[in-house]
């Protein structure tokens, strides 16, 4: 018997039809930009990630960099990422001028160790951007409470866990801004946010 080292087919046949038909409706309509299309995603994710508001952008890199730029990142700012995150989480914080500060993941989980979390913050440090890898959401409420007593922001990079739950709650909607791949930038007041 042969294996196929990568397949998408049992996620994709069954969604076929429908996937199809929405291309070719999105082809017809001939607006590729924004429209009535995009603002319905917007709409249905929202509800579906249960928060205020989210915004369509080219791609998940583009949510993260706008995320920090709309929270204000200047140079020199620190701001704490998981040192085995995918590249474009520490490409949003380079290229607004911060400086990425990685923490060691947990190494049952892989991802962002809270315990670790407090050593890593200085002066400088502005924020942390807790990324969900691999279908798992990180440890939210221990990341929430320290984020919380040091005064600084969340941005959740979930391009990798969307529909994920940490204590029944989703993430996405934790950060003040997240950002997912599909390319949303989801705005803060989300059920759990703390802004
Ligand atoms: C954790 C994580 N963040 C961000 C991205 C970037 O997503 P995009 O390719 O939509 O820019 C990816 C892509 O794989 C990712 O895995």
């Known amino acids: 018997m042969s294996i196929p080292f990568l397949s998408f087919t049992p996620q994709h046949a069954p969604i076929r039809a429908e996937i199809l038909a929405a291309i070719v409706q999105v082809y017809d309509n001939q607006w590729y930009v924004l429209g009535e299309q995009v603002k319905a995603f917007e ?56 400086v990425p500060v990685p923490v060691e993941p947990n190494p049952h989980t892989y991802n962002l160790d809270p315990t670790r979390l407090e050593a890593a913050i200085t002066p400088r440090t502005k924020g942390i951007m807790p990324v969900h890898l691999y279908g798992q959401a990180c440890e939210m409420s221990a ?30 909607s934790f950060g003040q801004v997240n950002g997912t791949s599909l390319g949303f930038l989801i705005l803060g007041q989300g059920e759990n946010s703390t802004t």
Request: charged residues 15%; aromatic residues 8%.
């Open 143 to 172: 990341i929430q409470e320290i984020a919380s007593r040091h005064g600084l922001w969340m941005v959740e990079d979930n391009a990798q866990s969307q529909g994920a739950t940490w204590e029944g709650h989703l993430i996405g």
């Open 43 to 98: 709409i249905e994710y929202s509800l579906f990630n249960k928060v205020a508001h989210t915004i369509g952008v080219a791609n998940s890199l583009d949510a993260l960099h706008l995320a920090l730029e709309a929270l204000g990142v200047q140079a020199g700012d620190e701001v704490i990422v998981p040192s085995n995150t995918y590249i474009a989480t520490w490409l949003a914080i380079s290229f607004v001028g911060g």
